[in-house]
């Protein structure tokens, strides 16, 4: 530079700097060539984490585990590898590379995937643009944290038995005249398959704690004559998280629930009663569920009555010695409760040979009008209970009970001899129990009557079971249309019921034309609120085949429009007053459906739709129906009435959907009209946002 030049070399300097005042013959460039080498690997950064837990049967669990990567360069250049050693044995097992695992960006990354319980290492391989590789073990463990919902029996009977010498069975202090041994198996079950299996069944007292070890449970002539008892479910697995039942951490992961053991001493080999005399019992269905709230009076010198606990058990304390007493169960209101169209078709098919009420009290459970025999009149009163034509059995209860002692002399026919719904006590002289009674719930054969608070009611079918396809239709003000429902399913079912709800002010229903279905098979009671009830099976053992070409109408329904408006908008299936079921071939639930045929239109003048979404930013769609093939034009305008956008085109019968691009149209309060031929056009406002 000018004047950097000393006057050592030549005795002068440069005070004008480099440049000469000579005549320039050009400029001059010079290159030097850099290389730059990475030799170093791309560094992982992780901490293992925790175990994770498997919240339900799957035998997996989501992991996610973060990860970071340090690279000097060409970060977003890095490939990565990722490998599954299963049960970390060394073995790679699986590339897991091509299955999208890995996401984020430089230099935070995750790996997240669904993985099977156990302890395990994923194998990560980065390599760089220039070649390095940077691998790392990366463990990880998958614990099994779930074990299924154990059932428990309530109403399991053991009978005491003498012992040859008075020992004390139970570690209590006291020396035990007679026992039971009971067995956890006996008093749940858990039909699930476990990921730890197998499942492992304990017994204790409550308030006890609970060991894995106790399978068993002995008890003594102090225990009558109900017992409450927990019963726990166990699998194999080790948990670390779990709280074991001594408050020690770690171990299998367990549930129980509780059931009430029935201790009967029909031999009376333990010598005390209580210290008044008593009289106990307890009410069950066939299938061992207890009753609630049925109402026990006692006849005898002070008449007296009350009620069953939710364990079905009632007693009476106080009783005079040499008194005769009478003990009659009563329950009623409650008809409804359990039954369904499945009970008519049972029924019916018992009474076309079909054998399907193989007890003396599904036999009395059907005679739904107290004849003492079955006939088609218990078939009409309970459809016309179910359908809302009557609210009560006229000849009936809503329950009966039978001596559980009792032995029917004909099982096929229980009104053979007049079967005992008491119990009579002569000359009382020592406690009573076992003053059981087997509980019938009028009118369901197949049990699925809820007898206490405890019980959970089925769960409904599924969705695929019958469905009904409907031709959606445009409905105007003032004109009749026919609604036919049709199906193909009735090969595949056995009966259905269901609830038809409608909008009552919208629609005026004049007419039902039957087909398959017919007059009894309907319920008119609550037309006024929109709802139609449907009972409906087969009158014959064997389906109906219907031909797949031809659907048949099972039936149609004639309904005046008050208003305009669309088929699918106003009617739909509903569990108002009657749960809407079918039953397949194996008697089980299914589902019950309608759905619309949208292909086909009977509307007047073409529809326009609100577009959605509005407000909207990027895009919208403007949705219109057609009742026959016609040239549209869309127009969209601003506030000042200039058209911003404009399409036209020729469009078939139907539902078609147009989409605008907000980069094509301002922001701001827009209007689009659809002009249909020469004799229709609508408007309606939108709105576009920044």
Same mark, same amino acid.
């Given at each position: 530079?000018?004047?950097?030049?000393?006057?050592?070399?030549?005795?002068?300097?440069?005070?004008?700097?480099?440049?000469?005042?000579?005549?320039?013959?050009?400029?001059?460039?010079?290159?030097?060539?850099?290389? *730059?080498?990475?030799?170093?690997?791309? *560094?992982?950064?992780?901490?293992? &984490?925790?175990?994770?837990?498997?919240?339900?049967?799957?035998?997996?669990?989501?992991?996610?585990?973060?990860?970071?990567?340090?690279?000097?360069?060409?970060?977003?250049?890095?490939?990565?590898?990722?490998?599954?050693?299963?049960?970390?044995?060394?073995?790679?097992?699986?590339?897991?590379?091509? @299955?999208?695992?890995?996401?984020?960006?430089?230099?935070?990354?995750? *790996?997240?995937?669904?993985?099977?319980?156990?302890?395990?290492?994923?194998?990560?391989?980065?390599?760089?643009?220039?070649?390095?590789?940077?691998?790392?073990?990366?463990? +990880?463990?998958?614990?099994?944290?779930?074990?299924?919902?154990?059932?428990?029996?309530?109403?399991? =009977?053991?009978?005491?038995?003498?012992?040859?010498?008075?020992?004390?069975?139970?570690?209590?202090?006291?020396?035990?005249?007679?026992?039971?041994?009971?067995?956890?198996?006996?008093?749940?079950?858990?039909?699930?398959?476990?990921?730890?299996?197998?499942?492992?069944?304990?017994?204790?007292?409550?308030?006890?704690?609970?060991?894995?070890?106790?399978?068993?449970?002995?008890?003594?002539?102090?225990?009558?004559?109900?017992?409450?008892?927990?019963?726990?479910?166990?699998?194999n697995a080790f948990n670390p998280y779990a709280v074991q039942p001594d408050g020690s951490i770690g171990g299998p992961n367990y549930k129980y629930c509780t059931a009430e053991v029935i201790i009967r001493d029909p031999n009376e080999v333990c010598n005390d009663c209580e210290e008044d005399l008593l009289l106990e019992g307890s009410i069950m269905t066939e299938a061992a569920n207890s009753v609630e709230d049925v109402s026990i009076i006692l006849e005898g010198p002070v008449p007296t009555n009350t009620a069953t606990e939710t364990n079905g058990s009632f007693e009476f304390i106080g009783m005079e010695e040499n008194a005769?007493?009478t003990i009659r169960p009563f329950k009623d209101g409650d008809d409804r409760n359990g039954i369904t169209t499945l009970d008519v078709l049972l029924i019916q098919n018992h009474l076309l040979g079909g054998n399907t009420l193989d007890t003396p009290y599904k036999l009395i459970a059907a005679d739904v009008n107290q004849s003492g025999t079955l006939t088609t009149l218990d078939l009409l009163q309970l459809r016309a209970l179910l359908l809302g034509d009557i609210e009560s059995f006229p000849q009936n209860t809503s329950w009966r009970f039978v001596d559980r002692a009792y032995e029917f002399p004909q099982a096929n026919n229980?009104?053979?001899?007049? +079967?005992?719904?008491?119990?009579?006590?002569?000359? $009382?002289?020592?406690?009573?129990?076992?003053?059981?009674?087997?509980?019938?719930?009028?009118?369901?054969?197949?049990?699925?009557?809820?007898?206490? @608070?405890?019980?959970? %009611? =089925?769960?409904?079918?599924?969705?695929?079971?019958?469905?009904?396809? $409907?031709?959606?239709?445009?409905?105007?003000?003032?004109?009749?249309?026919?609604?036919?429902?049709?199906?193909?399913?009735?090969?595949?079912?056995?009966?259905?019921?269901?609830? %038809?709800? +409608?909008?009552?002010?919208?629609?005026?229903? @004049?007419?039902?034309?039957?087909?398959?279905?017919?007059?009894?098979?309907?319920?008119?009671?609550?037309?006024?609120?929109?709802?139609?009830?449907?009972?409906?099976?087969?009158?014959?053992? =064997?389906?109906?085949?219907?031909?797949?070409?031809?659907?048949?109408?099972?039936?149609? $329904?004639?309904?005046?429009?008050?208003?305009?408006?669309?088929?699918?908008?106003?009617?739909?299936?509903?569990?108002?007053?009657?749960? &809407?079921?079918?039953?397949?071939?194996?008697?089980?639930?299914?589902?019950?459906? *309608?759905? +619309?045929?949208?292909?086909?239109?009977?509307?007047?003048?073409?529809?326009?739709?609100?577009?959605?979404?509005?407000?909207?930013?990027?895009?919208?769609?403007?949705?219109?129906?057609?009742?026959?093939?016609?040239?549209?034009?869309?127009?969209?305008?601003?506030?000042?009435?200039?058209?911003?956008?404009?399409?036209?085109?020729?469009?078939?019968?139907?539902?078609?959907?147009?989409? $605008?691009?907000?980069?094509?149209?301002?922001?701001?309060?827009?209007?689009?009209?659809?002009?249909?031929?020469?004799?229709?056009?609508?408007?309606?406002?939108?709105?576009?946002?920044?």
């Open positions: 530079m000018a004047g950097t030049k000393g006057d050592n070399c030549d005795n002068t300097t440069n005070p004008a700097g480099y440049w000469r005042a000579l005549v320039s013959t050009g400029s001059w460039q010079y290159s030097q060539q850099i290389k *730059i080498f990475d030799n170093t690997a791309p *560094i992982v950064d992780f901490t293992e &984490p925790d175990p994770t837990c498997t919240v339900e049967l799957a035998c997996d669990a989501e992991v996610i585990y973060p990860f970071t990567v340090t690279e000097g360069c060409l970060t977003d250049q890095l490939q990565f590898t990722l490998e599954l050693d299963a049960g970390a044995d060394g073995t790679i097992d699986a590339d897991l590379s091509d @299955q999208g695992l890995i996401s984020g960006t430089y230099p935070d990354y995750t *790996i997240s995937g669904s993985f099977p319980v156990g302890n395990h290492r994923f194998e990560l391989s980065i390599e760089d643009a220039c070649g390095n590789l940077g691998k790392v073990s990366m463990p +990880f463990s998958v614990v099994d944290c779930y074990v299924p919902e154990p059932n428990c029996f309530d109403g399991f =009977e053991a009978v005491l038995t003498a012992l040859t010498t008075p020992v004390d069975v139970n570690n209590d202090g006291i020396l035990d005249e007679a026992a039971v041994e009971v067995f956890a198996a006996e008093l749940a079950s858990c039909n699930v398959e476990d990921c730890s299996a197998p499942l492992r069944f304990s017994v204790n007292r409550v308030g006890e704690v609970a060991s894995v070890d106790q399978t068993t449970l002995m008890l003594t002539c102090e225990d009558r004559y109900r017992i409450t008892v927990e019963v726990y479910v166990w699998d005769r007493y229980p009104w053979s001899d007049n +079967f005992p719904e008491s119990i009579t006590t002569e000359d $009382l002289t020592s406690c009573q129990f076992d003053l059981d009674f087997v509980a019938i719930k009028v009118g369901d054969v197949n049990g699925t009557a809820k007898a206490n @608070q405890l019980m959970s %009611l =089925e769960e409904r079918g599924a969705a695929e079971g019958l469905g009904f396809e $409907l031709k959606d239709q445009f409905f105007k003000a003032g004109k009749t249309y026919t609604v036919d429902f049709k199906t193909n399913d009735l090969a595949d079912i056995l009966g259905y019921q269901f609830a %038809l709800t +409608f909008d009552p002010s919208a629609l005026l229903l @004049q007419d039902i034309q039957y087909g398959v279905a017919q007059e009894e098979n309907f319920g008119l009671t609550q037309l006024e609120n929109g709802l139609l009830l449907t009972s409906w099976n087969h009158n014959s053992l =064997e389906p109906i085949q219907a031909d797949p070409d031809n659907k048949p109408i099972v039936f149609s $329904l004639v309904f005046k429009a008050k208003t305009n408006g669309k088929l699918k908008d106003l009617i739909n299936v509903s569990d108002r007053s009657l749960a &809407p079921e079918a039953y397949d071939l194996e008697q089980e639930k299914v589902g019950v459906e *309608i759905g +619309f045929n949208t292909g086909i239109y009977a509307t007047t003048e073409p529809v326009l739709y609100q577009n959605f979404p509005n407000p909207f930013r990027q895009e919208t769609r403007i949705t219109f129906e057609l009742p026959e093939a016609a040239s549209v034009k869309l127009a969209v305008q601003d506030v000042t009435g200039k058209v911003v956008k404009s399409i036209s085109g020729k469009y078939d019968q139907g539902e078609h959907t147009l989409v $605008l691009d907000g980069d094509e149209i301002p922001t701001g309060v827009l209007y689009y009209t659809l002009e249909v031929g020469n004799d229709f056009a609508k408007t309606k406002k939108m709105i576009r946002i920044e």
